[in-house]
């Protein structure tokens, strides 16, 4: 992404890029959940995170991607017994993380 120094150097407008960019892997995510569940309504996608900040929304891009991956089979590529073991400990803190963040119009 080529993005001009007047916005990078104003951190106004660079968080409103980072926060648009966010929104946008967080809807790709639902796509790929649709993709993957069949016919189920997915929890994932930006419309429940709009007042989100952007520390909760980095988070939850995170956690997500760290869900999908568990979704698979353990036994499909190898050392996903000790990605699992890992993940479950960064979903913990990530969850815990969350609880201290601003994720709703209520929080601001």
């Keep these: 992404m080529c993005v ?4 990078r150097l104003d ?3 660079t968080g409103a890029i ?6 946008e892997i ?5 796509d790929i959940d649709a993709l993957l569940r069949d016919d ?10 709009q007042y ?20 698979e089979p353990v036994s499909r590529v190898r050392g996903n017994e000790q990605f699992k ?6 979903i913990k803190i990530i ?3 969350l609880k201290t963040l601003k994720t709703k119009k209520s929080d601001w």
């Design 85 to 90: 073991v890992a993940a479950d400990r960064m």
């Design 40 to 49: 189920h309504p997915t929890p994932f996608g930006s419309k429940n995170w």
């Design 52 to 71: 989100a900040s952007l520390e909760a929304l980095q988070r939850l891009v995170a956690m997500t991607a760290i869900q999908f991956v568990l979704f």
């Design 11 to 13: 951190p106004e407008k």
């Design 95 to 97: 969850v815990a993380q």
């Design 4 to 7: 001009p120094d007047e916005v």
């Design 26 to 30: 967080m809807d790709l995510q639902a």
């Design 18 to 23: 980072v926060r648009k960019k966010l929104m």
